[in-house]
């Protein structure tokens, strides 16, 4: 089990970047720590995630407003009429 091998190994072996790192993933491994010497390192691979996590949702959330202003909406053919 990842989680179990996280806190029985430390996460010293880890590399940021390892992707299989989720927070929910570190949040787990809060929790069955037995040092409380270890969670500080814990806590800040957690936030660390977080933060990569709010980055990719917010570069998507932006990039869909942009595609959105560019899509004319329905009905809609980006001629004028005229009376």
Known sequence: MRVRA????????LSFADESLTWRTLCRAAVLEQ??????????RMNLSLKM??????????A????????PL????GQH???
């Open 64 to 71: 869909r407003r942009d595609r959105s202003r560019h899509t």
């Open 35 to 44: 040092d409380p010497g270890k969670l500080p390192q814990i806590v800040q």
């Open 6 to 13: 996280i806190v029985e190994g430390g996460l010293d072996e």
């Open 53 to 62: 996590r709010q980055r990719v949702l917010r570069s998507f959330a932006e």
């Open 81 to 83: 009429e005229r009376d």
């Open 74 to 77: 329905r009905g809609q053919t």
